[in-house]
C-alpha cells in the first residue's frame, strides 16, 4: 500500500545502504543522472548517489501517488546554473534532502522544506578534514560559542562532537538550499544542555521557526534533521525494504 504524505508538523527519513545498489535501479534516473553517476570514478560513490537518487524518487512517488520513474528533480544550481543544485520536486506540497555517508544513505521528506545530513563518524576513509584535528576544522566552521564547547568534550569525543555540530548545521544549510555556499560559522545552534536548537543564523526569518532534530542513525554515524517550520516527530522508514521492492 502505498503510503500518506507525512502527517502535518512531521517528517519521515528513509534509511538505506550503498550496498542496496542494484544495476536495475538505473532504468530511473534521467539522462542527467546518468551522466552524473556515470563520472563518478570510486564504485562507492556512484552507490551512494544511485541509490540517494532512487530512494527519493521511491519515497515521493509512493506520497504524491506516481510512479518512481514519473518522478523528476530540477537540479538547477542557483549560482551557476548546472544540474547540480538541491532537487526541487515541485506540484506536491513536499519538501525532501538526501544525504550519503559512508555505507548508509538517508532521504527526509516533509511538508516543508526539510535538510538532512549525516557523517561517518569511526572507520573513515579519510581523517576527519585532511589532518584529522577537529579544533582546527572548529575554527573554520563554529561560532565562538561552540568553539568553547568543543574544546570542553575530552579528545576521545570531539571528532564526534564536532560532526554533530556540522550535520546541525548542513542540515539547516541544505534545507535553505545554500548548502556550503553558507557561511557555517553564522549558523549558530545553542551549546546548552537542552535539545539542539537554531540560536542565529544570517537569513531575515527567526531562526525560533527552524526545528532542528538529531536523528538515531546507525552505530557509527551521526545525523540531524532541520525543517524551516514546526516539526513535532520524526518517523524513521525502511528505505531498503522500499528499494527492494522497486521492480
Ligand atoms: C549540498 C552539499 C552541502 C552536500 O554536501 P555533501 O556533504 O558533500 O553531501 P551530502 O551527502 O550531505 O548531500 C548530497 C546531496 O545534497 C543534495 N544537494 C545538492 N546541492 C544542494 C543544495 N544546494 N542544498 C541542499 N541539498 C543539496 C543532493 O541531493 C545531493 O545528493 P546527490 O549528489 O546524490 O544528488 C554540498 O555539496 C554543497 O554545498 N554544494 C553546493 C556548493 C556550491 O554551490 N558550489 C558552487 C557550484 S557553482
Redesign the pocket.
Known sequence: MAPAPPADGTAEVWWAHRQDAAERYLALLDETERRRWAAYRRDADRE??LV??VLAKAALAGYAGLRPADVRFDRT?R??G?P????AFAGYGLGH?????GDLVAVAVAGDPV?V?VEQVDGRSHPLGGDGDPESLGRLVLSAAEQDALAQVPSSGRARAFLTAWTRK?AV??AT?????AAFSEVVVAVDAGPPRLAAWPYPRDPGEVTLLDLDAAPGYVAALAVLGRCAAVAPRDGSALLAELP
Open positions: 551512494r548517489f540517494g537518487c544550481c549560482q551557476c548546472e547540480h543544485g538541491k532537487p534532502s538526501v544525504a550519503h555517508s535538510g545530513d548542513e544549510t541544505k538550499g545554500d548548502g556550503l555556499r
